[in-house]
T-cell receptor, first 115, second 111 residues
Framework: DVKVTQSSRYLVKRTGEKVFLECVQDMDHENMFWYRQDPGLGLRLIYFSYDVKMKEKGDIPEGYSVSREKKERFSLILESASTNQTSMYLC??????????????FGPGTRLTVT | GQSLEQPSEVTAVEGAIVQINCTYQTSGFYGLSWYQQHDGGAPTFLSYNALDGLEETGRFSSFLSRSDSYGYLLLQELQMKDSASYFCAVMGGGGGNKLTFGTGTQLKVEL
């Protein structure tokens, strides 16, 4: 059973703080993704990674950075948190073995509040 | 870039059939996927279509017409537990098996 875990379920941070969101998957997946989910806007891709130390910008990368030092771990970093980054953050992973994979496996999400 | 449109809300009664439509615009196309998300839960994969036609998985079916840039999710014999949000997602160009998601359709199943 694929498992994607995220370091916190709920997080409250102050404006200007540096915030780290951690994601770990246990299925040896090549691809990992960070999304944010806001009401009425669906899931929007922030960054993704298709290999260790590789990263690609998604649709809304501004204000975020990522790190992938090990295959199983993908971290999202908010360099200086702002109130407009209050959101649900979802991590996902998928495999590239065998070619295209339409199935992404999601973690439970981290609800971040920036005050 | 990619963009998708789907209705924001659909209501149906238990036992009925409901269809959730999705139209998309994309540069490059590899397939259309569908995900289900219950309140407070994580999205879970339901189905995908890479080629035109209907794919059936139990009570759920998904359809794709590449020429019309259109697909739908069909849910039959609706149950209360089907109340959830449903997202279509397109895999376009750009590599990394990247998906672009629609804004989601909230399905309410009533008695």
């Amino acid at each position: 059973d694929v498992k994607v875990t995220q370091s916190s379920r709920y997080l409250v941070k102050r404006t200007g703080e540096k915030v780290f969101l951690e994601c770990v998957q246990d299925m040896d997946h090549e691809n990992m993704f960070w999304y944010r989910q806001d009401p009425g806007l669906g899931l929007r891709l922030i960054y993704f990674s298709y290999d260790v130390k590789m990263k690609e910008k998604g649709d809304i990368p501004e204000g975020y950075s990522v790190s992938r030092e090990k295959k199983e771990r993908f971290s999202l970093i908010l360099e200086s948190a702002s109130t407009n980054q209050t959101s649900m953050y979802l991590c996902a992973s998928s495999t590239s073995t065998g070619g295209i994979s339409y199935e992404q496996y999601f973690g439970p999400g981290t609800r971040l509040t920036v005050t | 870039g990619q963009s998708l449109e789907q209705p924001s809300e659909v209501t149906a009664v238990e036992g009925a059939i409901v269809q959730i439509n999705c139209t998309y615009q994309t540069s490059g196309f590899y397939g259309l996927s569908w995900y289900q998300q219950h309140d407070g839960g994580a999205p879970t994969f339901l189905s995908y279509n890479a080629l035109d036609g209907l794919e059936e998985t139990g009570r759920f079916s998904s359809f794709l017409s590449r020429s019309d840039s259109y697909g739908y999710l069909l849910l039959q014999e609706l149950q209360m537990k089907d109340s959830a949000s449903y997202f279509c997602a397109v895999m376009g160009g750009g590599g990394g098996n990247k998906l672009t998601f629609g804004t989601g359709t909230q399905l309410k199943v009533e008695l």
